[in-house]
């Protein structure tokens, strides 16, 4: 059951959580695997990667790297309510807004940034758990936080493990 999205945040929110809960049988238990994803190229540059059949690297988080650009660059963004046209990104943002000065002033800002949204993202989640308990029909959540790091192509990738939390209902 996919509750995630761009920049590994649970977009699908209380509704995902409740039609999550549905699915779990009685005499179970959930487990929810969560967090952002980032790139380490084999030079240690943070946010990119090597990909096959691309003669460059690229960025890893694609769409966190894009909206640091902007948030760097001073761009204006649409919050509006009613824009749906890049729904994510403006979540995305909203979570690092109110961060901005933290995440620019760290000597590596896209791992700070990582870190807003891996904290964010388990905050959620719990609130999100929390406020639906009712509809799960088994007492126990596992929580498995972490961040996927992406390497080079023809490497192993890997997962840092931050977070591990049993929530009893």
Avoid at 40 to 52: F, L, N, T
Avoid at 130 to 159: A, C, M, Q, R, W
Wanted: proline share 4%.
């Amino acid at each position: 059951f996919y509750l995630g999205g761009l920049g590994g945040i649970p977009y699908t929110g209380r509704t995902g959580i409740a039609a999550y809960a549905s699915h779990v049988p009685p005499d179970g238990a959930s487990f929810i695997f969560y967090g952002p994803h980032v790139g380490i190229h084999s030079d240690g540059s943070v946010g990119i990667v090597h990909r096959e059949h691309q003669h460059d690297p690229t960025y890893s988080c694609g769409a966190l790297l894009s909206v640091l650009e902007r948030m760097r660059n001073d761009e204006p963004f649409d919050w509006s309510s009613n824009n749906f046209e890049d729904l994510q990104a403006r979540v995305i943002e909203k979570l690092l807004h109110q961060h901005k000065e933290r995440i620019f002033s760290a000597k590596q800002y896209v791992l700070e940034a990582v870190k807003v949204i891996f904290n964010k993202s388990g905050c959620m989640l719990r609130e999100f758990i929390i406020e639906n308990k009712l509809k799960f029909p088994s007492k126990h959540v596992f929580l498995l936080g972490g961040t996927i790091i992406n390497t080079d192509f023809g490497l192993e990738n890997y997962v840092e493990i931050q977070e591990f939390e049993h929530i009893e209902l």
